[in-house]
């Protein structure tokens, strides 16, 4: 189990991690810490911190995708929802999120920057930014070195007709 998918305890570069031959089992804990606010006002906004340690398994009862993670979560919004001028609503929203793994290496940063709005008419106008740093996969090669990704910046426009017609 140290050198599964979801941990690779092998890798030459996770200083943090050895394999044990003499192991039969693992022993490891997750968890989230999350709160936020969605109701009543305009500003909705929340944050998490979700992690599980290297040792973790819940393959005997779930679905583990990957140990040796922590992340975090930040993300804000300020709606109007009462029509004026030419909007029936409009949403601003911003987000940010990062991920380490144990060793305190951090392996992803993001964030983005949003807007769009809903016409009178029931047409909808948005945009958009987002950044990413470079991500370091520890995984790509199979217990080999951690890959890393070069970074991104992506940009979105939309604009819909009345989602009310056929």
Known sequence: MQESPRRYYQRPDASHLKVDTNLTSLTGNGGSIEGGKIGGGHWRYGAGLPGRTPGLELNDMGYLRQADVIMQVIWGSYR??????IFRKVNIN?????????????TFLGLNLGFDTQFKNYWSLG?????????????ELRGGPAIRYPGDLNNWLFLSSDERKN
């Open 80 to 85: 109007i929802w009462k029509p004026f001028s």
């Open 94 to 106: 911003f987000n940010q999120w990062a991920r380490w793994d144990f060793s305190g290496t951090r």
């Open 127 to 139: 945009s958009g930014v987002s950044r990413s740093s470079g991500n370091i996969n520890h995984s």
